[in-house]
C-alpha cells in the first residue's frame, strides 16, 4: 500500500512539473472518453437496457412480412422489392391471437398516439400517448407508483374514462400532486379520470418514443376517428406477448402463425398475395423498429467513438514518446 502512495506522489510530482503537457494529455482523454461514455449511455437506453418489468426475458413482439392489398395501414411499414414488413395488426386478428393462445401466454395490445392535445387545470400540452389493451399492465408485470392500474374490466364497451398518467406528465402537469387521484384530465377534448400514476422508470414499451399517458383501447372513438376498431382492413396496433414457462416459443409461433394465414387469406382480406411470414422478436428492450431514426445509426457510431477512443490514446502515447 506504501509504495502504491509513494508511485502515485512521484506520478503527481512529474504531472506538476510539466503543467502544459498534463493540460494537454487530461484533455485529449477527456474528449476520447467523454464521447464514449455520451454515445454509450444513449444506445444503453434505446438498444440494450431492458425494460422495467417483471422477467423481461420472456417478452416477444411481433412482425409480419409479405404482400397485402386493400388495407389502412399506420405505425411501422417498410417497403421493399420482395414485399412488405410491418409490426402493424388489425384489432380483430389481435382478438384472435389472444384466443388461440389462452393460458398459454398473455397477449398485449398497443398503439401510440401522437400529439394530442391535453388539458389539466389551466395548462395545455401537446403529450403523446398510448392506447393498450386491458392486460397491458397485468401482463408486462407493472404496478401504480400513486393509486392503481386499468384492467379488462375498464376496456370494454360502457366502462368509465379512465387514464393512467407517466411520472414524467404527472410531474409536469400536475406539479407531483398526491391528490392526482381522481381529478379529471381532457385530451382531445374529452374528460378522464386519474386513476393512477406509473413509476419513474417506466417510460413505455416502444424504444424512443415515451408515452405520457395511457388509455384502454376502447376510448379510441373518444379521441380519433380512424382507426376503427373492429375494421379488420385497419392494421394499425403492435402486439406483444409474454412466453410462459410451460410453452415453447417454436409452439406458439407455429399457433400465431396458423391463425394469421387463416384470417388474412380467408376472412378478413380478400387480396392476400403471398401468405404472410410471422415474426417474433426479443421484447426485453421493448419493441424496436429498424427504421426508427435512432436506431441503426447507433451501432456504427459505437464503432466510431471507439476509434475516437483509440486515436486519443495513440495521440497521448506520441506526446509520450515526443516529450521523452
Same mark, same amino acid.
Given at each position: 500500500?506504501?509504495?502504491?502512495?509513494?508511485?502515485?506522489?512521484?506520478?503527481?510530482?512529474?504531472?506538476?512539473?510539466?503543467?502544459?503537457?498534463?493540460?494537454?494529455?487530461?484533455?485529449?482523454?477527456?474528449?476520447?472518453?467523454?464521447?464514449?461514455?455520451?454515445?454509450? =449511455?444513449?444506445?444503453?437506453?434505446?438498444?440494450?437496457?431492458?425494460?422495467?418489468?417483471?422477467?423481461?426475458?420472456?417478452?416477444?413482439?411481433?412482425?409480419?412480412?409479405?404482400?397485402?392489398?386493400?388495407?389502412?395501414?399506420?405505425?411501422?411499414?417498410?417497403?421493399?422489392?420482395?414485399?412488405?414488413?410491418?409490426?402493424?395488426?388489425?384489432?380483430?386478428?389481435?382478438?384472435?391471437?389472444?384466443?388461440?393462445?389462452?393460458?398459454?401466454?398473455?397477449?398485449?395490445?398497443?398503439?401510440?398516439?401522437?400529439?394530442?392535445?391535453?388539458?389539466?387545470?389551466?395548462?395545455?400540452?401537446?403529450?403523446?400517448?398510448?392506447?393498450?389493451?386491458?392486460?397491458?399492465?397485468?401482463?408486462?408485470?407493472?404496478?401504480?407508483?400513486?393509486?392503481?392500474?386499468?384492467?379488462?374490466?375498464?376496456?370494454?364497451?360502457?366502462?368509465?374514462?379512465?387514464?393512467?398518467?407517466?411520472?414524467?406528465?404527472?410531474?409536469?402537469?400536475?406539479?407531483?400532486?398526491?391528490?392526482?387521484?381522481?381529478? =379529471?384530465?381532457?385530451?382531445?377534448?374529452?374528460?378522464?379520470?386519474?386513476?393512477?400514476?406509473?413509476?419513474?422508470?417506466?417510460?413505455?414499451?416502444?424504444?424512443?418514443?415515451?408515452?405520457?399517458?395511457?388509455?384502454?383501447?376502447?376510448?379510441?372513438?373518444?379521441?380519433?376517428?380512424?382507426?376503427?376498431?373492429?375494421?379488420?382492413?385497419?392494421?394499425?396496433?403492435?402486439?406483444?406477448?409474454?412466453?410462459?414457462?410451460?410453452?415453447?416459443?417454436?409452439?406458439?409461433?407455429?399457433?400465431?402463425?396458423?391463425?394469421?394465414?387463416?384470417?388474412?387469406? =380467408?376472412?378478413?382480406?380478400?387480396?392476400?398475395?403471398?401468405?404472410?411470414?410471422?415474426?417474433?422478436?426479443?421484447?426485453?428492450?421493448?419493441?424496436?423498429?429498424? =427504421?426508427?431514426?435512432?436506431?441503426?445509426?447507433?451501432?456504427?457510431?459505437?464503432?466510431?467513438?471507439?476509434?475516437?477512443?483509440?486515436?486519443?490514446?495513440?495521440?497521448?502515447?506520441?506526446?509520450?514518446?515526443?516529450?521523452?
Amino acid at each position: 500500500m506504501n509504495q502504491w502512495v509513494d508511485e502515485i506522489r512521484i506520478g503527481l510530482r512529474n504531472l506538476l512539473k510539466a503543467p502544459g503537457f498534463t493540460l494537454v494529455a487530461v484533455c485529449t482523454l477527456a474528449l476520447g472518453i467523454g464521447a464514449n461514455t455520451s454515445v454509450f =449511455s444513449l444506445a444503453n437506453a434505446l438498444l440494450f437496457r431492458p425494460l422495467p418489468v417483471e422477467d423481461p426475458t420472456s417478452l416477444r413482439w411481433l412482425s409480419w412480412s409479405g404482400n397485402l392489398q386493400n388495407v389502412q395501414g399506420r405505425g411501422w411499414w417498410a417497403n421493399d422489392k420482395l414485399g412488405t414488413t410491418s409490426s402493424s395488426f388489425p384489432y380483430p386478428t389481435f382478438d384472435e391471437f389472444r384466443a388461440e393462445l389462452a393460458g398459454s401466454a398473455d397477449v398485449m395490445g398497443i398503439h401510440r398516439i401522437r400529439e394530442t392535445t391535453v388539458r389539466a387545470g389551466r395548462q395545455a400540452l401537446l403529450v403523446d400517448g398510448y392506447l393498450v389493451s386491458g392486460n397491458f399492465f397485468e401482463g408486462l408485470g407493472v404496478s401504480a407508483s400513486l393509486g392503481r392500474t386499468f384492467g379488462d374490466r375498464e376496456d370494454s364497451i360502457g366502462a368509465d374514462p379512465v387514464v393512467v398518467l407517466s411520472h414524467a406528465l404527472w410531474q409536469q402537469a400536475f406539479s407531483g400532486a398526491q391528490e392526482v387521484v381522481g381529478e =379529471s384530465i381532457s385530451i382531445e377534448g374529452r374528460s378522464f379520470s386519474i386513476i393512477g400514476v406509473l413509476p419513474v422508470g417506466f417510460q413505455g414499451p416502444v424504444k424512443a418514443y415515451e408515452g405520457g399517458y395511457y388509455l384502454p383501447f376502447t376510448a379510441l372513438p373518444q379521441i380519433k376517428d380512424w382507426p376503427r376498431i373492429g375494421d379488420a382492413s385497419n392494421w394499425w396496433m403492435e402486439v406483444m406477448l409474454r412466453l410462459d414457462k410451460q410453452t415453447t416459443e417454436a409452439q406458439v409461433k407455429a399457433l400465431l402463425q396458423a391463425s394469421l394465414t387463416r384470417n388474412t387469406e =380467408s376472412k378478413y382480406l380478400e387480396e392476400s398475395a403471398v401468405p404472410l411470414l410471422l415474426g417474433m422478436h426479443d421484447g426485453r428492450s421493448g419493441i424496436r423498429f429498424s =427504421s426508427e431514426p435512432l436506431d441503426a445509426p447507433l451501432r456504427p457510431l459505437l464503432g466510431a467513438v471507439g476509434m475516437i477512443l483509440l486515436i486519443a490514446c495513440a495521440n497521448l502515447a506520441g506526446l509520450m514518446i515526443a516529450r521523452g
